[in-house]
């Protein structure tokens, strides 16, 4: 009897113990697919960690050139509506090669990504905000987007992109797990698509309508993903912050290819590879610009050296007006304003020469060489070149060069001729004779030169010459070097015949001095 009550307390400890074993292996194996499920959504959530970052970066640093394809894309179907896949970031070094095919999630759920982007104008306040169409983007058909809607003035409006990292196809992601995976994000931006038409992030910190997206093959439908990117207003979101994956929020460095040693040396610099556009803005929301930027503290503004393109040795200054104060110190040998050209050894205007330094025998001289000079405010309008241009004393019967005129008109009709005025500057009579008037004129020797001449009257009866008979080429008061009989005037007719003796007329008889006895005042002009 009491052998039957021990086998029955065995049997009832064995019972008891297999049992106990059975509920541990159920705890275990539930334990190990919590283990698993959770793994997986730590996987997932890395990896669309790692692609929203690419595809901010791809938007930010491709911005302008996205709103091109987005315009193109209205060309051809009406709306400028896109989306990219993956291999486009791949391809650009945004994302590595093995981020461009299935990944976690199109091994799990079959499921694949996507950059889905459209223009919207900032200045739309419905929501969500209509996506423009080409007649919107190029209302005048100029075959370009409307400048209003690219001249960063949110004012008259502004062509914006929203972006949204989506999957889509394959097998829905449940509820429950599509909260969790987004909650492992670690990013506010992360979104998941519970019902229709609805995106929420995590702990339902946004909701956003997306059907404005819908009528693309990549939509995203309930069990799917869709992160923030980029929003009108807000630019691409999460980019200013290197917790996000943005490793240039100055984005210094645009338009280097992101997987490239260049790329990762400008990082590493201070090198500026982009433009840089400073723009005015309105501080108090009145409308008004009041904020205009400026660069202040720079020593240097330096064109490049060199590149793959050649040599780059222009430096444009677009203003309406350039205003410089301080001292102007140019090395270069050549400036060029307007008409106005200034080069190391002249200075011309419209192409000719106004002040040139030349070499003169051993001296270096300014010359100023203008074709016509007008003072505008003296006697109306004084033209320089009207003015003399030489004024002399010379010798009676000597020659004097005619200036040379410049190439214009006085009335815009009549050309400039070289012009003489002489005076009788000194004069005496050999005999000591009173002289009683005195004339000086200048003829023409040839096409440059003038010869002046000084024609003396004295009393009556005491030459044979008078004005109106012409004189010789042998002109003066001697003859064959020897003086002529007191009393009288020697000299020749028009035939070459000497003249000798008194006429007795009762007027005043003339002669021309030489040299030796008379001097003139000569100016030259041009006229």
């Not at 275990?28 to 929203?52: C, D, P, R």
Request: net charge negative; glycine share 12%; hydrophobic share 40%.
């Amino acid at each position: 009897m009491m052998r039957m009550r021990q086998r029955g307390a065995l049997l009832l400890e064995a019972i008891l113990a297999l049992g106990v074993a059975a509920s541990l292996v159920g705890l275990s194996a539930a334990f190990i697919a919590q283990e698993k499920e959770k793994q997986e959504e730590i996987m997932i959530a890395s990896e669309q960690g790692v692609i929203l970052a690419a595809a901010r970066n791809f938007v930010q640093q491709n911005y302008n050139a996205i709103r091109l394809d987005l315009f193109k894309e209205a060309e051809t179907g009406g709306s400028a509506i896109l989306a990219y896949p993956m291999q486009k970031l791949a391809d650009e070094g945004y994302l590595p090669a093995s981020f461009s095919g299935d990944g976690v999630l199109g091994h799990m759920y079959g499921q694949q990504y996507a950059l889905i982007a459209r223009a919207v104008d900032r200045a739309d306040t419905g929501t969500p905000q209509v996506t423009l169409s080409h007649g919107d983007l190029d209302p005048m058909s100029t075959g370009g987007i409307d400048g209003v809607l690219v001249d960063s003035d949110p004012a008259n409006g502004e062509m914006e992109i929203e972006a949204l990292l989506v999957t889509y196809g394959g097998d829905p992601v449940r509820l429950g797990d599509g909260g969790d995976i987004i909650g492992r994000l670690d990013s506010t931006f992360g979104g998941y698509v519970s019902e229709a038409g609805t995106a929420r992030g995590p702990y339902a910190n946004f909701v956003m309508d997306i059907t404005s997206f819908a009528a693309l093959a990549e939509y995203p439908d309930p069990g799917h993903f869709a992160g923030l990117v980029s929003l009108s207003s807000f630019g691409v979101l999460g980019s200013d912050a290197a917790s996000d994956g943005v490793p240039d929020p100055l984005r210094r460095c645009d338009g280097v290819n992101i997987a490239s040693q260049e790329y990762a040396d400008c990082l590493a610099s201070n090198e500026i590879y982009a433009d840089i556009v400073l723009n005015h803005h309105d501080t108090n929301g009145d409308g008004i610009a009041d904020r205009f930027p400026a660069l202040r503290g720079v020593t240097m503004l330096d064109c490049a050296d060199s590149g793959n393109t050649g040599v780059q040795n222009e430096f444009l200054i677009d203003c309406a007006t350039t205003r410089m104060t301080g001292n102007l110190a140019v090395a270069g040998p050549d400036a060029d304003i307007g008409a106005l050209g200034i080069r190391a050894d002249r200075v011309t205007f419209g192409g000719d020469d106004v002040l040139v330094r030349q070499t003169v025998g051993a001296a270096d001289e300014n010359i100023v060489q203008p074709d016509r000079v007008v003072i505008d405010q003296v006697n109306g309008g004084q033209d320089l070149s009207e003015t003399i241009v030489d004024t002399r004393v010379v010798r009676a019967g000597q020659t004097v060069a005619k200036p040379i005129c410049p190439a214009t008109t006085i009335d815009g009709v009549t050309p400039m001729e070289p012009r003489i005025y002489p005076s009788p500057a000194a004069y005496s009579d050999p005999r000591g004779r009173a002289i009683v008037g005195v004339r000086a004129f200048a003829e023409d020797v040839d096409a440059t030169n003038w010869r002046v001449r000084l024609m003396v009257f004295v009393g009556q009866d005491f030459c044979t010459n008078d004005v109106s008979s012409p004189l010789s080429t042998s002109i003066g008061y001697h003859v064959n070097g020897a003086p002529d009989v007191a009393g009288t005037c020697t000299g020749f007719d028009g035939a070459g015949v000497q003249n000798t003796g008194d006429l007795a007329d009762g007027s005043a008889d003339v002669y021309e001095l030489d040299s030796s006895f008379g001097a003139v005042v000569v100016q030259t002009r041009c006229y």
